[in-house]
């Protein structure tokens, strides 16, 4: 076996690499950036080698320094991760020269493969299904018009060299494909360097399921099943799940023996995953296949039991795979949430920034996080703003989600935002719950955005009681301090009132053993938790029923977070709550004259100048923030007074673009 492997990535999946070579007794390296001088994956690492500044062009895409880190540190074999360059086979070729071993598939898989266009037409000829479409190239807006009508609307416009959602835009009429076409060449020249776009039908109501592979170079294929990924937003996944709650035995067979036959036909070698779109009757057709480790392959290793970073290691040294396929059985249910820096309230802008505290749920046979970040750690602007993956297992679905329910409520992050309230939303969604989902669930259940009217609330009364039951621990811890003058020592009073959003809520507590006894609404509640000052999460039992909320002092509130929800309470005595009626509410400024910059980006294009008649629906400006290009358009018919922002300039968030009559 190898002793010293190099891991060409950072964040989360070089650390998920690192855990598995420690489990094997492999030495292992690590390169990082300037920016990631202090990251986790350096730290775990034996060795950690430096290899240019922030952006990745300068560091992690550069193929040169990582083999001079190999060849510095004397590392065998280099395991890429998924991004950068791991489906990059100029990178295999120079490594194959240098004589170290590629953990992956072969370049021929990854050189044909890596283009849909030409992949789409393998997998015509070794008798996968394939979407109807146009495998040439589009030579402009005209052409790409002309094609789509001959198809027959909606059809998808996909980057040829496209992955994570970039270069693709769904179109339903000619006036949207010339618009999308531009948009998909542009991110496609942007994010790959190769501007070539092609057409397919669009499958409607479709789900995206995909099968994973695992072949050695000894001529042995087998599949271990499907993972549902149906649940995206701009194309990009957002919770997987094995197996998928939609497919039967046979229809799994069916696609995973499609699968093995396209990784047969490029010769195969290592851990891979086909994807299909499969329709309401299970009619399924090749995506794309994606030679290399997948973001959420955790779901498949809780279903099986295989470890596919072990896998890619021993195939790549040359072992042959041990497990047959009448070995491979799917056992319980796994779920992956992904974790992202970004405010689902502020159509999902990235936050950049450090995490001033960090807990993330403890980690059982029930849980697993897999994550790059600690606390301290910070989200830069130069990479993807994935804080961990979340991954709960359980007997079947619904254990599956109710763990995954808990480890979200103990999950702990400050100092930027995250969308752990939209995860919440997502898996408590009565039509999530039932497994009715495609590809178009977000956006068909948040037409509008997501806002904090979406985030469930299973019982509002739990918040207030929990509320009371704190303030009560801080009052009578307050009233044991010592020093206190005869006669006059803090008495805690029983009637109290908790008001949220200037709303009262009139409570009685008493102290019980362990707890405290909150009347509130004609009910009691018994609130048991052996929480203390300053603890950020509050585990309770109430009435019996096991809860935990998240708590922050803030200003003169509680602020406490659960289920997604956020709620700022303050408890105050009776006479408290009849002066703060009284108090003047502070009204927030009217922006709705100016175009604000919705995130930290580029802007790439101005479409207006001052005096312009704008209609409802058209075309403002174009801002530009992690290799995706955003459309900002005017929701009403305006006039422009002014433009504040030049063409070419960064903004930063909430910076006024243009301002309206």
């Not at 890429?80 to 100029?90: I, T």
């Not at 005595?573 to 927030?588: C, D, F, G, S, V």
């Amino acid at each position: 076996m190898f002793d010293k492997i190099l891991i060409a990535n950072r964040g989360e999946i070089a650390c998920r690499v690192m855990k598995t070579a420690r489990k094997m007794g492999i030495a292992t390296v690590a390169v990082y950036s300037d920016a990631d001088k202090d990251a986790l994956h350096v730290r775990m690492a034996d060795e950690a080698v430096h290899i240019g500044a922030a952006p990745s062009a300068e560091s992690y895409l550069v193929a040169d320094r990582i083999i001079a880190a190999c060849k510095e540190t004397g590392a065998q074999a280099v395991h890429p991760g998924y991004g950068f360059l791991s489906e990059n086979a100029g990178f295999q070729k120079s490594l194959d020269e240098a004589g170290i071993t590629f953990i992956g598939p072969g370049t021929k898989a990854v050189e044909v493969m890596g283009d849909k266009i030409t992949s789409k037409k393998l997998a015509d000829k070794a008798g996968v299904s394939t979407v109807p479409g146009y495998t040439g190239i589009i030579d402009g807006p005209d052409h790409a018009v002309e094609i789509a009508q001959d198809i027959g609307y909606p059809v998808m416009l996909k980057a040829s060299a496209g992955g994570g959602g970039k270069g693709m835009r769904v179109v339903w009429n000619d006036d949207e494909c010339r618009d999308g076409f531009e948009r998909a060449q542009n991110e496609a020249a942007s994010s790959f360097g190769d501007d070539r776009v092609f057409a397919e039908k669009f499958i409607e109501e479709p789900r995206h399921i995909e099968i994973q592979v695992l072949a050695d170079s000894h001529g042995n294929t087998i599949y271990l099943g499907e993972r549902e990924c149906s649940i995206q937003r701009r194309h990009q996944k957002v919770i997987e799940e094995a197996p998928s709650p939609f497919i039967d035995e046979k229809t799994r067979k069916a696609m995973g023996e499609e699968a093995v036959a396209l990784a047969q036909a490029v010769d195969y070698k290592s851990a891979g995953t086909v994807e299909f779109i499969v329709d309401a009757n299970k009619n399924f057709y090749f995506l794309e296949m994606n030679t290399r480790l997948q973001v959420e392959h955790p779901v498949t290793e809780l279903i099986t039991g295989q470890d596919l970073v072990e896998w890619m290691i021993r195939i790549a040294y040359g072992e042959k795979l041990t497990v047959k396929q009448k070995d491979v059985k799917l056992e319980g249910w796994a779920i992956e949430t992904r974790v992202y820096a970004e405010d689902p309230f502020r159509n999902f802008m990235p936050s950049i920034g450090r995490l001033s505290r960090y807990m993330p749920p403890e980690e059982t046979p029930n849980v697993r996080v897999d994550t790059g970040i600690r606390e301290g750690s910070e989200v830069s602007m130069y990479y993807d703003p994935m804080i961990a993956k979340l991954v709960t297992y359980g007997k079947d679905r619904n254990e599956a989600l109710a763990h995954m329910a808990e480890a979200l409520d103990a999950y702990y992050i400050r100092g930027v935002s995250h969308n752990i309230s939209f995860l919440n939303a997502l898996i408590a969604h009565p039509r999530f719950i039932e497994g009715r989902m495609t590809t178009n669930f977000i956006a068909e259940e948040y037409p509008d955005g997501f806002s904090a009217e979406d985030v469930p609330q299973d019982n509002p009364a739990l918040a207030i009681v929990t509320g009371a039951a704190l303030n009560a621990h801080l009052m009578d811890r307050a009233a044991l301090l010592s020093g206190q003058v005869p006669g006059h020592e803090r008495r805690v009073p029983s009637d109290w009132v908790v008001v949220i959003n200037r709303e009262e809520h009139p409570v009685q507590v008493a102290a019980v053993a362990g707890g405290y006894r909150v009347t509130y609404a004609g009910e009691e509640y018994e609130v048991l938790s052996d929480w203390s000052a300053g603890d950020p999460l509050v585990n309770a039992t109430i009435n019996g029923q096991k809860v935990t909320f998240q708590q922050d002092k803030f200003r003169s509130s509680i602020r406490l977070f659960r289920r997604g929800a956020q709620v700022d309470l303050m408890v105050c005595t009776p006479r408290a709550a009849e002066l703060n009626r009284h108090m003047l509410e502070k009204i927030p400024p009217d922006l709705s004259k100016f175009l604000l910059s919705p995130m930290p980006g580029l802007l790439v294009k101005l479409v207006v100048k001052p005096g312009d008649e704008v209609k409802a629906g058209e075309e403002l400006a174009v801002v530009e923030a992690m290799k995706m290009e955003n459309s900002l358009r005017a929701q009403d018919d305006v006039v422009i007074a002014k433009v504040m922002a030049d063409q070419g300039q960064s903004l930063v968030v909430d910076q006024p673009i243009l301002e309206f009559e």
